[in-house]
C-alpha cells in the first residue's frame, strides 16, 4: 500500500489534505489520511465523518479521544492506540489520565468475558 | 449456571453482598454478582478492584461508565451493556450523551479495520 | 436457517450423523450439526477435523475442553459457551474448576488490553 | 518458533510442502506453512481444509479472497491482511476493488457496534 | 432504548425514513434506523454512508453483502447477521452460497489465530 | 510509553519489583510490569490478582497458562503471546503441547463464527 504524498496526489485528493491542515492547522499529514488516499471516496467520506463524531458537543474533545483511545485498546490497533494517544495527550490527557482510562478499559475487557462465560442473564430492571 | 440469593449464600459471599448493597446504598444485587458467587475468590476480587478502578480520580465516575460502556459495546457483550447503560444513566448520561459516545464507538471501530487493512505504518512521530 | 433433522436429511448427512451418534454414544444430535447440515462439506468437513482436534494426546480431553470453552467466552460466542459447558461438565469438569477457568480467561483479556494499550515492547528474551 | 526449511522437514512435512508447490505452480513455500509445519498433523490438515474451502464453487476464487481478507482486517491479523491481499491481487483485485472492500468492512464494523450499543431488537422479519 | 416509529418522529427523523422507503421501495423501516432515530445526526451520517459504500462500483451489491456478513458474522453480531442475512437473500444469495461464505469465514477466523500463536513473521514478498 | 527501571522507580513501584523478583526467584522484571509501573495502583493490583489467579489449585499452573495463550492468541496480542508462551515452555509446554493448544484454539474460533453466522439456536438441554 502506497502512501500518497501531497506532490502525488489528485486535486481531488489534494482539496481533502488542504481541509486537513487548515482545519488542524498544521502542515503534516498523518499516514492514516495517506493510506486512504489511495481511494479518494473513502479518504473523503472518513475525513467529513470524523469532524462531525469528534466535534465537541455533549461531550468535550478530550473525553471523546479517550473513548477513541479504549476502543482502539479493546481491538489492539497498534496504529490506532498510536495516534489518538498522541491526540489525546494534545488535548490534555495527563499520564494519571491515561492510567485511570486503561484501568477502565482492562476491568471492562475482563467483566465482559466473566458476564459471557458464566452466561448472566440480563436483570429485569436493566431490559 | 445458578444465580446464589442472599438467603443461600455463603458467610463469605453475604459479606460481599452487604458491602455492595451498603456502598451503593441499595438492597438490590445485580445478576453479575449472584453469577460470580459461585466462586467467592473471583466475586471478592471483582468487587475489589472494580471499587478501586470506578472510584473519582481524574476521571469523573460518568466518564469511567463511558468508557466501560465503549467497551462493552465494541465487545458485544449484551449483559454488560444493558447493566452499563443503566449505570451511566444513573450517573448522568442523557440521551444526548449516549448518541455522542455511540457515534465515536462506531468511528473508531471503523477506521480500527482501514488502518489495519491498509497497513498503515505508524508515523515517526506517534512512536 | 433451517435445523435439518434426521428423517429429513440426504444420505450424506445421515451419515454424519450416524457416525457422530456411534462415536458420542449418543441418540442426540446438537443443533449444531442440524445447522451445518444444510452444507454437508462443511458438516463433514468440521466433524473430521473436530475429531482429530479433540481426540486426546498432549493434552487430556477436559484440558481441550477448557480451552475451547476459554476461546467461546473471549469471544462471546452464546451457543458455543452453552454447549462446551456442557461437554466439559461430562468430561469432569466440577464448579470450581469452571471458576478458575473463568478467573483465568477474565484477567488475560484485562492484560491483553493493557499491553496493547501501554503499547509494550516485546522483550528481547521473549523473540 | 522456528521455521521448518524444506532441506530440515521430515518426509510428512516434505509431502505437504511438494503438493502446495505442485498445486499452486510455484517453489515458493509461504512462512505460515513453514510454521505450522512445526505440528505435521496441524500443517497437514490445514492444507486439505484450505483446498476444499478456497476452490471455486457458488463463489468465485476472487470472491473468497475478499471474504477471507476482510475477515483478516476486522481481527487485524498483520500476517493474513498481508498474504491474503498478495494472494487477492494475483487473482484479480484491484486498487479500485481493493478501496471498496475496505469501505464495506470498516462500515460493517461501524454499524455491528452501533447495533450493540443501542440493543436493537432483530425484527421479526429477519428471525 | 427506544424505537422511534414515523408518526412520533421529528420532520429531520421522518426526512430519513421517507428517502429510505424511497430508495428501497419499501414501507418498512427496519428496527437499526429506528434505534439510530435517537440520535437523529447519526441516522442520517450512517445512512448517507451506506448508500455511498454500497452502491454498485467495481464490487457488485450480492457481493458487498457478503463482505457485510462475513464481518458481522466474525464480530458475532446478531442484528447485523439476521439483518445482512436477509438483504443477500434478497440480492440473490442461495443457501449454497451462504454455505461456502460461512466456510471461508470459519477457516479465515482459524488461520488468523493460527498466524497470531505462531508469531509467523511477514513475508519479505508480502511486505 | 516509557519503561520505569528499578533505579528511576518510586519506593511504592520499587517495592511490587522486590516481591516479583523474590516470587519468581528472578532478579528480571518484564517491559509488562515497567510499563504499568507508570500507573503505580494498577501495577500492585494487576500483580496482586495475577498471583491469586495464576496460583496452583483446581487447575496446575501449566494449565493456566496455556489457556491464557489461548486467550492471547484469540485476541492477537503480540506481547501477551510472547510472553506466555515463555512462561508456558518454563512450565513445561513442549512443541507437540503448543501444537495441540493451537490446533484447539483454531478450530474453536472457526466453529464459534459457524455458530453465530448460522444463528444455531441453543439447545434446550445445555440451557
Known amino acids: 500500500m502506497k502512501l500518497i504524498e501531497y ?3 489528485s ?3 489534494r482539496a481533502v489534505y488542504d ?3 487548515a482545519k488542524r492547522k498544521t502542515d503534516y499529514i498523518n499516514n492514516f489520511w495517506k493510506a486512504l488516499a489511495n481511494d479518494p471516496a473513502t479518504l473523503r467520506r ?3 465523518s470524523i469532524q462531525q463524531v469528534m466535534a465537541p458537543g455533549e461531550l468535550d474533545p478530550l473525553t471523546k479521544e479517550l473513548i477513541y483511545l479504549a476502543v482502539s485498546a479493546t481491538n489492539g490497533c497498534e496504529y490506532c492506540i498510536a495516534s489518538h494517544s498522541a491526540a489525546a495527550t494534545n488535548k490534555g490527557m495527563t ?3 491515561f492510567g485511570e482510562l486503561m484501568a477502565v478499559v482492562g ?3 475482563e467483566t465482559n468475558r466473566l458476564a459471557a462465560g ?3 442473564p440480563v436483570d ?3 431490559k
Open 7 to 9: 506532490a502525488d496526489a
Open 11 to 13: 486535486p481531488e485528493v
Open 19 to 21: 481541509d486537513i491542515m
Open 46 to 48: 472518513t475525513w467529513e
Open 95 to 97: 499520564q494519571a489520565i
Open 107 to 109: 476491568m471492562a475487557n
Open 118 to 120: 458464566y452466561r448472566v
Open 124 to 126: 429485569d430492571r436493566f
